[in-house]
């Protein structure tokens, strides 16, 4: 997968519609392997996209879990420390 594209499930607050579509517009990208399409492609790019993040917001709103949401906060905390610790080296 690709490193950009986040885990949007079983967050608190829910993923935003914004960060549905970022994901979708980096999935992509990198499956077109371009990350900005001519103007012959624009359109089946942005159409593709529309689809992804229109599927992914289905996906979100029908999985389940017995996890309790995670704190996005914290989560980011997490991040911060593993790329700290990877890239101090």
Do not use: W
Not at 9 to 23: G, K, L, S
Not at 61 to 73: F, G, M, Q, Y
Request: charge should be positive; include cysteine.
């Amino acid at each position: 997968m690709c490193r950009n594209i986040r885990t949007l499930h079983n967050f608190e607050p829910p993923a935003t519609q914004d960060e549905v579509h970022a994901a979708a517009l980096q999935y992509v990208r990198k499956v077109s392997g371009s990350t900005k399409p001519s103007k012959a492609n624009e359109e089946a790019f942005d159409r593709a996209v529309e689809a992804v993040a229109a599927v992914t917001r289905e996906l979100l709103a029908e999985l389940v879990t017995t996890a309790p949401p995670k704190d996005r906060e914290v989560e980011a905390a997490k991040a911060r420390a593993r790329a700290q610790a990877r890239y101090a080296a």
